[in-house]
């Protein structure tokens, strides 16, 4: 019997004491650069949802080396953050000391899995030889303008007692807006911050998309929170006053369709009119009370107060009463709409209640009508079509100076500061005029201090550390930011730092030799990882990346070529987690079951993007087919010169379909194969080597263990199974020369002969009537009929 705790830990001793996964790069090969996206290292160590993920990462980077790849596959530890600084503040223990300590035991579990990293290129986000270059590189996006200090309104989390980035706030089934991170209570709250300026890059993350092979929704994730919006601004003046109020559309082409004008809460104007009349005062208190989703949701009643004011149409110069609206929203454009009734549902809504005008504006449409069509009741417009009328009615905007094109954006510029302790200090100081002055030696060290709980009044635990802050240069005193950059920052450019990982540091990011490196090994050709990070890590990172290549960092403009987000593992219908204690520890099964069979079980689920349920039925069901695949190497008769046409033919047409599934990804498709083939190489005593010896590169990409062992007890190699070559495959023998058809009688099937394949009637008939089946039927019978059907039917018509 396979004893798979001896032979993992056997292999596992002479992988490391050989170097097998230390990586070097042959030039001479393509490259291949793999990766997953790096853990943050908590206390519960690996969970069944990082074997999921990186397993098919390990699966296809070993397939690539396979094929003749330099492959990079790296792993390293994404460990700043709040979710260190929260355990560590829950057990009293500084987050440096049981981040080193999960972090041995993350490579520990990842070791008994048998994944092929080399820990020599492990990156830790932690380590100030790391964060020197994250801090070069927000020096570098201060200098260029793309970092300031804002006063902005900022989501403020008393809990975690610090800022969070729209990114980083939901909204829960309440409508109430929590902390992605423990879904605390979030509120706006006005302070000094640093932002980062991504809306300058808007147009490049959408464009770009189209320079990966990601998948159309996750394309459209990105497109949809950046939110780009191409349309016109257009100018009301209001009458008997020097005051204007600027629209945002989409649609300018239904100008002449206004029939109101609507304003948000906060628009100045409101504002100014609500102290005159307590109506508006009354309806702004109601409104501040509503969560946004309860405001702006299609189905929501329409609710609006008059003002005491009339804008004027910059065409017709007809009066246009105004109103504020519940549904209209500072966050977008200029928090002031035209209302069209019959070209938007929301304002033909609002226009029934108010009993306002509705100009149908679209040729044989009813309003509401909000697709494309001819226009009508638009003077100049009439007969022409949506784009046509957009265009002719910005150049009208334009040359009467009464609105201009425009494109806005949802997406904002990024909250980049935390008022934590465990981050990456900020490198820079502020003079006694306030003027900031850059850290000249990198990197600047993050104080060591057990006092890390968060103030909650806006200051960071580091403004605490005077000695720290307070800083004497050349006789000027100087202030050192207290704040700390976010945990996506050093995720933002992890990727690079693999490839200049050399020994304990880092080769420069902008030296000559990095930029070389670069131009050999991105993009990176595939990221796996959940989809949970669609938004935040990747849009930050594709950001970061974007710079770096305007500075001539790195030659290319996209980080990651394919991206994979993976399924989740379910246990009765939930998403595993630690909250709902419903995890099941891999390393409890790597010792039961082996680490081959829970590899094998996690790619024979299902599609690796399928969010699947945990079976332990179904680890026990791979764990003995494990077991039959060694039995065979024990029970069977490896010859290198024997062969037989049939398994010959069974052989070359599992290695095809083997490796056209490998290259789409489809891994449960490949162990469905290896099983099938399993089962036909047990009808035989006797087994061609080399059938066997490629049979174990295929399975070794999913279960190394048993795979080497087996190449050297069974195969007799003294080469490690991952020095072959993917096999090869033979068209020509993969080409069935026989097919199985149903012969009926009188219509009813009766048997299933095995023919060659193009056989004539004759030779199918002469076949059938020898079938001891068939003549039961036809005995005494005279056949009357014969039809046939070339490879596919025969029936014979009897009497």
Request: with cysteine; aromatic share 12%; proline share 4%.
């Amino acid at each position: 019997m396979y004893n798979h705790n001896l032979v993992e830990k056997k292999w596992r001793k002479i992988w490391k004491d050989s170097n097998l996964h230390t990586f070097k790069d042959n030039l001479k090969k393509p490259k291949f650069y793999a990766l997953d996206m790096f853990p943050y290292p908590s206390g519960a160590g690996l969970h069944m949802g990082h074997v999921k993920s990186y397993t098919p990462t390990d699966v296809y980077a070993r397939f690539k080396r396979y094929q003749g790849y330099s492959v990079l596959h790296p792993m390293g530890w994404d460990a700043f953050g709040l979710p260190a600084e929260q355990f560590a503040l829950a057990t009293k223990n500084h987050p440096a000391t049981f981040t080193d300590q999960n972090i041995n035991n993350f490579k520990l579990q990842i070791d008994q899995l048998g994944f092929w990293f080399d820990w020599n290129k492990e990156v830790n986000t932690t380590d100030p030889n790391f964060y020197k270059w994250t801090q070069w590189i927000f020096i570098k996006l201060f200098e260029n303008g793309l970092a300031e200090i804002k006063d902005i309104d900022v989501n403020w989390c008393q809990e975690l007692g610090t800022v969070l980035a729209n990114e980083e706030v939901l909204t829960d089934e309440k409508g109430n807006k929590v902390s992605e991170r423990g879904k605390y209570p979030v509120i706006k709250k006005p302070m000094k911050q640093w932002v980062l300026k991504i809306t300058k890059f808007a147009d490049q993350l959408i464009d770009d998309l189209e320079l990966t092979d990601w998948t159309v929704g996750l394309k459209n994730i990105q497109k949809k929170w950046i939110g780009k919006s191409i349309g016109a601004t257009v100018k009301f003046k209001i009458q008997n006053s020097d005051s204007e109020i600027e629209v945002f559309t989409s649609r300018p082409d239904t100008i002449f369709g206004v029939s109101f004008i609507g304003l948000s809460s906060d628009h100045e104007l409101v504002l100014k009119e609500k102290t005159k009349n307590k109506k508006i005062e009354a309806f702004l208190n109601e409104l501040s009370s509503l969560k946004e989703y309860e405001r702006t949701a299609i189905n929501v009643e329409k609710k609006g107060v008059l003002l005491d004011i009339k804008a004027i149409h910059p065409i017709t110069k007809q009066l246009v009463p105004v109103y504020v609206c519940n549904y209209v929203l500072s966050n977008y454009g200029n928090g002031a709409i035209m209302g069209v009734p019959a070209g938007d549902k929301r304002d033909y809504d609002f226009a029934k209640l108010f009993n306002l005008e509705i100009k149908e504006i679209i040729k044989d449409h009813p309003a509401p009508y909000e697709e494309d069509g001819i226009h009508i009741n638009s003077d100049f417009l009439n007969g022409l079509n949506n784009e046509d009328a957009i265009a002719k009615i910005v150049e009208y905007l334009e040359k009467n100076k009464i609105g201009k094109k425009q494109v806005n954006y949802k997406l904002k510029d990024w909250l980049f500061s935390r008022q934590r302790y465990w981050g990456e200090p900020f490198p820079v100081l502020f003079d006694e005029k306030g003027n900031i002055i850059v850290e000249k030696n990198l990197p600047l060290l993050l104080p060591e201090t057990n006092d890390i709980k968060p103030s909650g009044t806006g200051e960071s635990p580091l403004a605490n550390l005077t000695e720290w802050v307070n800083v004497k240069i050349d006789s000027k005193l100087y202030r050192r930011e207290t704040n700390t950059m976010p945990q996506w920052a050093g995720s933002c450019w992890y990727y690079l730092a693999y490839l200049l990982k050399d020994g304990d540091s880092y080769l420069p990011l902008d030296s000559k030799q990095a930029y070389e490196i670069f131009k050999r090994w991105l993009p990176v050709d595939i990221y796996i990882g959940g989809q949970e990070h669609a938004v935040l890590h990747l849009l930050y990172a594709r950001f970061w990346h974007k710079f770096l290549h305007q500075i001539n960092v790195v030659p290319n403009k996209e980080p990651f070529y394919k991206i994979i987000n993976q399924g989740m593992i379910l246990v009765n219908g939930e998403k595993m987690s630690k909250s709902k204690g419903n995890v099941v520890n891999p390393s409890d099964f790597v010792v039961s079951h082996g680490a081959d069979a829970l590899r094998l079980y996690m790619m024979f689920m299902g599609p690796i993007t399928a969010s699947l349920p945990w079976e332990e039925s179904g680890i026990d069901g791979m764990y003995k087919w494990v077991q039959r695949v060694y039995r065979l190497f024990e029970t069977k008769q490896i010859d290198k010169n024997f062969n037989d046409e049939n398994l010959e033919k069974k052989y070359h047409q599992f290695v095809k379909k083997a490796s056209e599934f490998m290259e789409n990804f489809d891994f449960n498709l490949v162990i469905s194969e290896m099983m099938i083939f399993i089962n036909e190489c047990y009808k035989y005593e006797k087994i061609n080597y080399d059938y066997m010896l490629n049979f174990c590169v295929i399975l070794s990409c999913f279960a190394p263990f048993i795979t080497e062992e087996i190449n050297e007890v069974f195969l007799k190699n003294k080469k490690f199974i991952s020095d072959n070559l993917w096999p090869k495959y033979d068209e020509k023998k993969i080409v069935e020369t026989t097919i199985k058809i149903p012969v009926q009688i009188n219509g009813k099937i009766r048997e299933v002969l095995e023919i060659n394949l193009g056989a004539t009637q004759k030779d199918v008939v002469d076949l059938a009537i020898k079938n001891e089946k068939i003549i039961k039927w036809i005995e005494n019978k005279k056949i009357v009929k014969e039809i046939y059907i070339e490879n596919k039917i025969l029936n014979l018509i009897i009497k």
